[in-house]
């Protein structure tokens, strides 16, 4: 049986992850990981373009790594493949999942203790008999165990960062077709939840069936699951799945209603409809009798869009991220919702990186790409000197780069206003990683954790206190550290960071970067009630990056943000007095 190219993609990376437990050279293991990630980005099916004879087109396809390809599509199998688990425990590679674990700890526990499996290394750990080993102690023993219990909590859910994309360009290819008469992403995308199981779509057309041929027609298709006038589902080559269903536009609103969610929200509705003499589901509002059964013969109620829904229901309408049954079914009926943050409202960018760190861009290509996304202004914040492995610059390079960013900035005139600042680590001691006297040379400080992110609450705690209560530190940047979906956040007394952070008019950032959005929605929400001046940025790393600020306005919308609260909606002016003020 012939293999998709999500399977041909994972054995190639087992291949590569074995092939560094063995201790192969370097190169090798890159040519199986780099053909790996080729075929997992891939548009189109593996069998289509072998057939083409075209596997060599492939960036990092080379003849070898391509008959390989064809023999996994021919057989379903890859002899290497079978033969590498001859000799290094499949099991290994799972332990090297855990979060800290590599290839040389995964060969260490296998050769000292005889450990193959994720469940055989945790009975070690528990028993002690990790700290025994060299490079090991207690600390990392613990460590290894929370990283299995973080791992057993992963779902196979995909990264909105991943799944958005992917599910937007098939709806926008959906949307070319002339039947389309409107189009929606639904369920937990729409709501903007951190990971997605699978993507919902809906299609308002008269006419399903050009629809649905192509969208189980895809090139980018691996398995068709159902193929229906109404409803048919596929697994993209990727391995997510995508549901398509088409409706009549005069349902568009209860159905969009129904199929975004979440199930709680949509559950408290239903009761408030029943409550109004009604019943609501997908299809329409109809009226029942005094036992809540459908009166058939009644005339129903058809919502072609999501305000009529709400509006019939005697409530203000519910924008999707905020339809998690927190709240805002009773803010709704009493018409107190928030004034959300949109993108529009966004004028600047607090945190990005450049070549002189870690990014990919120079500073002026960086200022360029923000003046094209129509910033007002703009802080430069590459790393500081502790974090070695992101080229962190010495006060030395720090000053010199400060010098650059007024450089550039006078160069610019009244296109964008450039600020020169740092993201300085926040060390393991607790101590920062420049002196006051540095920082005074700058225009905005960030202070962010980068290290010692397993320690105890009281000195993650005591670590990000010191750092607000600094007058030079204007913002922590990602605060709780957590990244998906192989970190989970630092455990810190949330309390009293919020409680110093609005003493100190500390900013807290929700980074807009997919694999953080930290912030998270529950503690942006407490910070705002707090008073705690708030800022999305993107933390760029590269000029693409910028364009990740969509998915931090999501996180903060379902954090209840609003634009006032949010320091980079204000003028540069103002911004300015308030900094003027910290000082």
Excluded at 128 to 139: E, Q
Excluded at 192 to 217: H, K, W
Excluded at 264 to 275: E, F, S, Y
Excluded at 318 to 329: A, F, K, T, Y
């Amino acid at each position: 049986m012939s293999l998709s190219n999500r399977e041909i993609a994972d054995i190639f990376e087992r291949c590569a992850d074995m092939l560094q437990i063995r201790g192969d050279n370097i190169h090798r293991v890159l040519s199986y990981r780099r053909a790996s990630e080729t075929i997992r980005s891939l548009p189109r099916d593996l069998r289509v373009i072998s057939s083409e004879g075209a596997l060599t087109d492939l960036s990092y396809i080379g003849k070898t790594i391509a008959a390989k390809i064809d023999e996994m599509l021919e057989s379903g199998e890859l002899d290497f493949y079978n033969r590498l688990k001859a000799e290094i425990p499949e099991g290994l590679v799972d332990i090297m999942h855990i979060n800290g674990v590599g290839p040389k700890k995964a060969k260490l526990f296998w050769e000292q203790l005889e450990i193959t499996s994720v469940d055989e290394l945790k009975i070690a750990a528990d028993a002690g008999k990790l700290a025994g080993l060299a490079g090991m102690g207690k600390k990392s023993q613990q460590k290894i165990l929370d990283g299995i219990e973080a791992l057993s909590r992963q779902t196979g859910r995909a990264n909105i960062g991943e799944a958005l994309p992917a599910a937007q360009k098939i709806l926008d290819l959906l949307m070319e077709l002339p039947e389309a008469q409107e189009g929606a992403l639904a369920g937990s995308i729409r709501r903007g939840r951190e990971t997605i199981g699978d993507v919902d779509i809906l299609v308002a057309a008269d006419d399903s069936g050009p629809i649905m041929q192509r969208f189980v027609t895809m090139e980018n298709v691996g398995r068709v699951l159902g193929h229906g006038p109404t409803k048919s589902s596929v697994e993209l080559l990727s391995g997510l799945q995508v549901d398509v269903r088409v409706l009549a536009k005069s349902r568009w609103g209860t159905a969009l209603n129904y199929f975004t969610g979440s199930l709680a929200h949509n559950v408290k509705m239903r009761q408030i409809a029943l409550d109004r003499g009604l019943s609501l589901n997908e299809h329409a509002l109809s009226p029942v009798d005094a036992n809540k059964t459908i009166i058939d013969s009644a005339e129903k109620t058809l919502c072609d869009s999501e305000e009529k829904v709400y509006e019939t229901l005697g409530m203000q309408y519910v924008p999707p991220e905020l339809r998690e049954d927190s709240g805002e079914i009773e803010a709704a009926r009493e018409r107190r919702l928030p004034r959300l943050v949109t993108r529009a409202d966004i004028i600047a960018d607090l945190h990005m990186h450049s070549d002189w760190s870690d990014g990919k861009n120079t500073i002026r290509e960086m200022v360029e790409a923000c003046v094209e996304r129509g910033h007002q202004y703009i802080v430069i914040t590459d790393h500081s000197r502790s974090l070695g492995i992101a080229n962190g610059l010495s006060i030395e390079r720090l000053l010199a780069q400060a010098e650059e960013v007024r450089r550039i900035n006078d160069e610019t005139g009244e296109a964008i206003e450039v600020l020169a600042g740092t993201e300085m680590d926040i060390k393991a001691d607790g101590s920062l990683d420049y002196p006051d006297e540095v920082l005074a040379h700058l225009d905005f400080v960030i202070a962010s954790l980068h290290s010692g992110l397993s320690q105890k609450r009281e000195q993650v705690t005591a670590r990000l206190l010191n750092a607000i209560r600094n007058p030079y530190v204007r913002m922590i940047g990602h605060p709780s550290a957590r990244q998906f979906p192989n970190r989970d956040e630092v455990d810190a007394d949330w309390d009293a960071v919020l409680a110093a952070a609005k003493e100190a008019e500390t900013i807290l950032e929700i980074n807009a970067n997919p694999l953080r959005l930290d912030l998270k929605p529950e503690l942006a929400r407490l910070a705002q009630d707090m008073g705690v001046p708030l800022a999305i940025n993107t933390d760029a790393h590269q000029v693409a990056h910028l364009d990740l600020m969509e998915f931090g306005v999501t996180n903060a919308r379902r954090g209840w943000v609003e634009a006032r609260h949010v320091v980079n909606t204000w003028p540069l002016e103002r911004f300015r007095q308030w900094l003027k003020g910290l000082s």
